[in-house]
């Protein structure tokens, strides 16, 4: 991959090959647990993107995701006396409690995640065993959903060291417990569906008022896009912004259009509950910034049907017109977006050879995703690297570029015997 860059500019990161990965945290943990190899399973957490459906899934909208060739890795072993102990190499201090004394929430924490994930299996199954796990992520922390696939991996770990068989479907309400009670997230199923229920090479559709998810082939060459993550060179924590603000906004934005209408209003009224023609007709007495909001949900649940009917005809170019106007209705109607994020958008929505482009994920800090031509690589690189750190020389050291292909679902990969 030198060839795609100055000398001065920061790195386009390849992937590590997982089987490098895979030994290295074996090795870790065989240090430190005194086990033997055949005693350690490991589960693969893919990450994320949305390419089409930007913050409607928390008001039950349709959105669509895929999983990208980028992962976290748990190694891991059960214990036999009930405690959870994991150390990240992404992510600071170790995690460690009982499981008959699980630790409530605490600021800023990424524990929270293996406490709320724990917290929740054990409201429904008894828990025996816990485990010693060493996590590893090949990416940076921002945009790409590593929160859910932290909690998806310890779910999975945790089951899997108590002989559970947990449906996917299950697992996503259980994610959803860890974010939206435990941690006080008000998000909705988007990442860990997607982490779930991704196919290599489908767009996975997921109708967030029925829970249904179906994994979408398209008549799309894999060799024909690469799908671009620029992160920003700054992270965010989504219960520390403005996010659940943001959320609170649509649901009012919900309640008054049923109230114009004269409809029932739900007790947790979401924008998925107000049909569009409610919205067309009433939506121009709505105050602002609740209009803005609406204006957004509305014009994104429209570019899902339409991105659809482009995946599956192999239209990249009007999918990627498609995910232009997202990341615009973002910045205009949503307003998120911090600067960093805002600036990689202009760059490459300009940039020849980008299909589409939008932030991942929430877009107060992280990451920037595109589909582009793989034979636009470099001069899309170059883009990046002439304008990104010129305009923000505060992240010119911290931000990176990575190509990626579609991925699979979050999984095991390696089971030896249960503990008795």
């Not at 870790?28 to 390419?51: F, G, M, N, W, Y």
């Not at 034979?375 to 883009?383: D, F, H, I, L, N």
């Amino acid at each position: 991959m030198t060839n795609l860059q100055h000398q001065s500019d920061p790195p386009i990161r390849p992937p590590i090959p997982e089987a490098e990965r895979v030994a290295a945290l074996i090795e870790k943990l065989q240090q430190t647990t005194a086990v033997s190899a055949e005693q350690i399973r490991l589960i693969r957490a893919p990450l994320r993107i949305s390419p089409l459906g930007a913050h409607i899934d928390h008001q039950l909208g349709h959105v669509t995701g895929l999983t990208i060739d980028r992962s976290l890795l748990l190694a891991f072993v059960p214990s036999a006396d009930g405690t959870v102990t994991i150390t990240s190499r992404n992510f600071s201090p170790p995690v460690t409690f009982e499981l008959a004394n699980v630790p409530g929430q605490r600021a800023n924490d990424w524990g929270n995640y293996v406490r709320g994930a724990t917290l929740g299996l054990q409201q429904h199954y008894p828990l025996r065993h816990g485990i010693y796990g060493l996590i590893d992520g090949d990416m940076p922390i921002g945009g790409l959903s590593s929160s859910a696939a932290i909690t998806l991996a310890c779910l999975l770990a945790l089951e899997t060291a108590n002989g559970l068989e947990i449906s996917a479907e299950e697992n996503v309400s259980l994610v959803r417990y860890a974010e939206n009670k435990y941690i006080g997230l008000n998000n909705g199923i988007l990442d860990q569906t997607t982490i779930l229920y991704s196919r290599p090479n489908h767009l996975t559709y997921i109708d967030c008022k029925t829970f249904a998810a179906t994994p979408m082939p398209g008549d799309i060459d894999p060799d024909s896009y690469d799908i671009m993550t620029v992160f920003c060179g700054r992270s965010r924590i989504l219960a520390g912004t403005a996010y659940n603000n943001r959320v609170a906004e649509c649901q009012s934005a919900a309640k008054l259009l049923l109230e114009y209408a004269g409809q029932p209003v739900p007790a947790d009224a979401r924008l998925g509950h107000v049909a569009p023609a409610i919205f067309a007709a009433e939506g121009h007495r709505l105050p602002q910034p609740l209009k803005k909001r609406a204006e957004h949900y509305f014009g994104e649940y429209h570019r899902v049907s339409q991105g659809l009917d482009c995946w599956r005809k192999g239209d990249l170019t009007g999918l990627g017109q498609l995910i232009n106007q997202s990341g615009e209705s973002s910045i205009k109607f949503y307003e998120s977006g911090s600067p960093q994020l805002i600036t990689l958008y202009q760059i490459l929505s300009q940039t020849p050879g980008v299909y589409g482009t939008r932030f991942s994920g929430a877009g107060f800090g992280g990451s920037c995703i595109a589909l582009i031509d793989p034979s636009a690589r470099q001069s899309v690189a170059e883009a990046v690297h002439r304008r990104y750190p010129a305009a923000h020389p505060e992240e010119a050291a911290t931000y990176s570029i990575h190509f990626c292909r579609s991925g699979g679902p979050a999984q095991l990969l390696q089971a030896v015997g249960s503990l008795s």
